[in-house]
Every structure is written in C-alpha cells, then in structure tokens.
T-cell receptor, first 111, second 115 residues
Framework: QKEVEQNSGPLSVPEGAIASLNCTYS??????FFWYRQYSGKSPELIMS????GDKEDGRFTAQLNKASQYVSLLIRDSQPSDSATYLC???????????FGAGTRLAVHP | ETGVTQTPRHLVMGMTNKKSLKCEQH?????MYWYKQSAKKPLELMFV???????ENNSVPSRFSPECPNSSHLFLHLHTLQPEDSALYLC??????????????FGEGSRLTVL
C-alpha cells in the first residue's frame, strides 16, 4: 500500500466550477498535511497546509482533513485555466520536514 | 540570485561518468533536501541535511553521494549511474524551528539523462 495515494487524473473541470482533489494516507501517526501545486516544467510550490480536523480556507482554496478516515482534500472554487497543474498531496510524520508525497493529480480547467 | 538555484539544469551522462549536481539557497534556511522525481511516480526523498548534518538517508544507492559543506550549499555527486536513474532531481530548503511546517522551497531541478 502506498503511503500517500492520489488519483492521477486528469481531472477536467469547466472554468468557474469547483475542483475537488482527494488524497488518502496510510500512517495514522501522520501529523501535518500539505498541498503543493506543480505547473508543467516547474518545481512544486506550497499552497495549503492543514494540521487539525476540519476545514481551512485561503481565498479560493479550502483544505479539508479527516484524521479518522485518513483523508485530505483540496477544493478549488471558481476554477480558472491558470489553476491547471498537478496537485501534490504530502504528509509529514516526523518532527522535521520529512514529507512523503503522493504521485499527484493533474487538473485541467477548460474555458 | 534569489530562492533556490540548481545547476546544471540539464545533464546527459554515460554510465561510467562522474558528475555533480549543485544547489544553492539564498533564503537563510538551515535544512536542505534532495528529491528525485520520475514520471508518474511520487517525489522520492533521498537525503536531508539539517544544520549541515545528514539526518536522513532513505536507502539511496551508494552511486549517489551527497555533500553539504555549509547551510547554503548542497551537492549530489553521481558516479556509475544506471539508465533508471534518469529523472528530475529537485533540491529544496526549509527553515527548521523544531516544528514541521512542511514549507519546502524547491529549486527548478536538474534534469538528468543517463545513457
């Protein structure tokens, strides 16, 4: 079983719609959770972090965490073509930034 | 220069060559990382240096040899690589404060092709 699992996609949504990206993790000791965005040919950049159960909102982005179900999600409201990228879910089990990444979900937002 | 810079951006080498990848961070961070990114596979953590001391080595083959001479510089020395080592090698840095923020700042990567 992979430590962090994501659907590879592509997830195709129309402009203005809500994009929903999902991630599951296997290790219950995971403490903190992150979403990185990677544009084609570019390096990953952190867009959201979440540490406790519930929702965390930042602009058009909402991260959701359910530790009992070992599930993390990212919602992107009012999706724009510029949101088209691969979204990487990452979990941190340790006391320093030892991140375990999923393989990523490719999102395509079409006009 | 700002952020995390990696050189070279592209490297082609034969299986018997010796080469090095260089990473420099201009963010004042105290931890640096090497990740390997292959197509359709998750980012793989290779090495972690915190305060110039190696704290993590994820069972990486000995043909990869890291070096961290100071908190701003990180090298990955390569020798007798295999074609399956062809990948994008990403360097990252972070500021360790005793908590795990998960905020890694990545360089643009070095695309390695092993013939």
């Amino acid at each position: 079983q992979k430590e962090v699992e994501q659907n590879s996609g592509p997830l195709s949504v129309p402009e203005g719609a809500i994009a929903s990206l999902n991630c599951t993790y296997s290790d219950r000791v995971s403490q903190s959770f992150f979403w990185y965005r990677q544009y084609s040919g570019k390096s990953p950049e952190l867009i959201m972090s979440i540490y406790s159960n519930g929702d965390k909102e930042d602009g058009r982005f909402t991260a959701q965490l359910n530790k009992a179900s070992q599930y993390v999600s990212l919602l992107i409201r009012d999706s724009q073509p510029s949101d088209s990228a691969t979204y990487l879910c990452a979990v941190n089990k340790g006391g320093y930034n030892k991140l375990i990444f999923g393989a990523g979900t490719r999102l395509a937002v079409h006009p | 220069e700002t952020g995390v810079t990696q050189t070279p951006r592209h490297l082609v080498m034969g299986m018997t060559n010796k080469k090095s990848l260089k990473c420099e961070q201009h963010l004042g961070h105290n931890a640096m990382y090497w990740y390997k990114q292959s197509a359709k596979k998750p980012l793989e953590l290779m090495f972690v240096y915190s305060l110039e001391e190696r704290v993590e080595n994820n069972s990486v083959p000995s043909r990869f040899s890291p070096e961290c001479p100071n908190s701003s510089h990180l090298f990955l020395h390569l020798h007798t690589l295999q074609p399956e080592d062809s990948a994008l090698y990403l360097c990252a840095s972070s500021q360790e404060t005793g908590g795990a923020t998960g905020e890694l700042f990545f360089g643009e990567g070095s695309r390695l092709t092993v013939l």
